[in-house]
Each structure stands twice: as structure tokens, then as C-alpha cells.
């Protein structure tokens, strides 16, 4: 088992920059795939990147060049760089961890954190 907290939200401007970290707990951190999934208002909960136990990273096109995923087996953390931010990212980010081979379904994911709130301004 896997415990996830997120951290790095806030509030910032269209076009700003914010970084996102997700600390785990437990000793067997490398073994999971990891992602980050978002859930604005009304909507459903969105994938937003993965990084696999390889090192592989897979995007949605909405992201795909904006956002990058990556992670630090010896911290136990993974992060997620956001640049060019717009008012459409804003959402609840969540990280989560599965040991499935399917990277981008939410169900798929056995491990959420609680949650870190970004808002974009325009």
C-alpha cells in the first residue's frame, strides 16, 4: 500500500508557471506506475500525465508540451511542471499510483491523494 499528498497548488496568472510535487510513502515507490489527473467543477476526473516504472511519460494532447512529468525514486516524490498555464487547467490535481499496465483511466488507479487545488487567472 501507498499513501500520496500532494503539494504545489496555488493561484496564479495565464501564462505563469507552477510545479507540483507528490510525496509516497512506503518503500516500494519504483514499483508503481505514477499520474497526475485533474477534476474540474462539473466535470470528470481528467488524465493529465504518467510516468511509468520504465521512465516512460505519456500526455493528452491539452498538455503535451506544456507539461512535464517526472519523479525521483530515492525521494519517493514525483512532480509535474506546468508552464504556459491557461484558465481551462484550472482544476483539483491528483496524483495517483497504480500497478497496472493501463496508464491514462482513472479506475485503473488504486492510490489517490487528497488533492491540490491550481486556479489560473486570465
Known amino acids: 500500500q501507498v499513501q500520496l499528498v500532494e503539494s504545489g497548488g496555488g493561484l496564479v496568472q495565464a501564462g505563469d508557471s507552477l510545479r507540483l510535487s507528490c510525496t509516497a510513502s512506503g518503500r516500494t515507490f519504483s514499483s508503481y506506475g505514477m499520474a497526475w489527473f485533474r477534476q474540474a467543477p462539473g466535470k470528470e476526473r481528467e488524465f493529465v500525465a504518467t510516468?511509468?516504472?520504465?521512465?516512460?511519460?505519456y500526455y493528452p494532447d491539452s498538455v503535451k508540451g506544456r507539461f512535464t512529468i517526472s519523479r525521483d525514486n530515492a525521494k519517493n516524490t514525483m512532480y509535474l511542471q506546468m508552464n504556459s498555464l491557461k484558465p481551462e487547467d484550472t482544476a483539483v490535481y491528483y496524483c495517483?499510483?497504480?500497478?497496472?499496465?493501463?496508464?491514462?483511466?482513472?479506475?485503473?488507479?488504486?492510490?489517490w491523494g487528497q488533492g491540490t487545488q491550481v486556479t489560473v487567472s486570465s
Open positions: 510516468i511509468r516504472r520504465s521512465g516512460n511519460t
Open positions: 495517483a499510483a497504480t500497478q497496472s499496465v493501463s496508464y491514462n483511466r482513472a479506475y485503473d488507479y488504486a492510490y
